[in-house]
């Protein structure tokens, strides 16, 4: 749906914004800042334009930016209790919205890179779900791997909400995982560059697909002196088909109506292509009931931590190559990088 149809939303309509922020070059501490004060007033303006808005959704790296060199440095890291996630938070109070907000988390474990962390903040300023990354993206990103799971969390309009960031995204496992606790609407916030393009529209498609639930996802935009971003937020319906899809303009936002009740009764009522009940139910027609014992060796394996591909011993790439050949740096900020 066009920005123009969904000024309104019906009373079981879930009414998002997608945000395709323009990428930002973060090179001191204050950066973050200008960048925190940015997204609230685009909270505050969205809604201004779009007064029945539900959710709001803000790409990865929209707070951070994307300087590796700086990545891992305490300096640019934000935590759940510091005061610019309360900006957020009055933000989201402020516009009475939802919002999924991007940020660069500490990790308190000593001498461990930070979480690479997505926040949902509900209309009232309460952290509804904290979801850290499963599946960094090797070899060039740093964090640590998440060590939450796949959080699901109750949302607007009938809706039940997960985030993947960015990789996790190329996981159907992930998005199976989000789906069997119960997500209808599984968010997707990234930071990618253009040579993923069209990967990341057709997982976003078989996202929905294969789990019949809707999936909103949004990338940052532009250039930022090194790569492009090519912004493309969609969303998804639980059929597979785009409901709206952006293009490449920083600032640009992608809206959409979704009605997840829709997604809800899709799972209950269809027989052909009910995906995700027939994986645990096989053959239900030739074997009342299905068969339910697991029959995935990969599945057996990974419960048992012995998950190993045929050619693992052969697989080239398995540290952080030439981005990081001595690990990510930690410590100090170095003086280059201070006022």
């Not at 973060?26 to 007033?41: A, F, G, H, M, S």
């Not at 009232?124 to 850290?132: M, S, V």
């Not at 019949?212 to 930022?224: E, K, P, R």
């Amino acid at each position: 749906m066009s920005s123009t149809g969904s000024v309104s939303a019906s009373p079981d309509g879930l009414l998002m914004a997608l945000i395709q922020y323009p990428v930002p070059v973060v090179n001191k501490p204050e950066d973050l800042q200008t960048n925190v004060d940015e997204i609230c007033r685009m909270v505050a303006s969205t809604k201004a334009g779009y007064p029945e808005l539900d959710l709001i959704v803000f790409p990865e790296y929209s707070t951070s930016g994307l300087n590796t060199k700086i990545w891992s440095y305490d300096e640019f890291l934000i935590g759940l209790d510091d005061p610019r996630v309360d900006q957020f938070k009055q933000a989201s109070i402020d516009n009475d919205v939802w919002g999924v907000f991007s940020i660069m988390e500490p990790n308190h474990e000593e001498g461990k890179p930070p979480f690479n962390t997505a926040i949902i903040i509900d209309n009232k300023g309460e952290i509804a779900l904290h979801y850290r990354k499963l599946q960094p993206w090797c070899p060039i990103e740093p964090w640590y791997p998440g060590d939450l799971g796949m959080p699901v969390c109750d949302g607007p309009k009938g809706s039940k909400l997960a985030v993947n960031i960015c990789h996790d995204g190329m996981f159907p496992e992930l998005a199976r995982e989000a789906a069997y606790k119960g997500c209808n609407v599984y968010i997707r916030i990234s930071g990618y560059s253009t040579q993923v393009n069209d990967q990341w529209i057709m997982t976003n498609k078989t996202n929905a697909w294969q789990n019949l639930m809707y999936t909103a996802s949004v990338n940052l935009a532009g250039y930022d002196q090194t790569f492009y971003y090519f912004g493309e937020g969609n969303v998804c319906n639980y059929d597979g088909h785009l409901i709206a899809e952006g293009h490449r303009n920083p600032g640009e936002i992608v809206t959409a109506e979704i009605f997840p009740e829709l997604s809800d009764k899709a799972r209950r009522n269809w027989a052909l292509e009910n995906n995700i009940y027939n994986l645990g139910n096989r053959g239900y027609v030739g074997h009342p009931g299905g068969k339910t014992e697991n029959y995935l060796t990969w599945v057996k394996d990974l419960a048992n931590g012995e998950y190993k591909l045929p050619w693992a011993d052969e697989v080239r790439i398995k540290d952080g190559w030439k981005y990081y050949p001595d690990g990510p740096k930690l410590g100090p900020l170095p003086d280059e990088y201070k006022q």
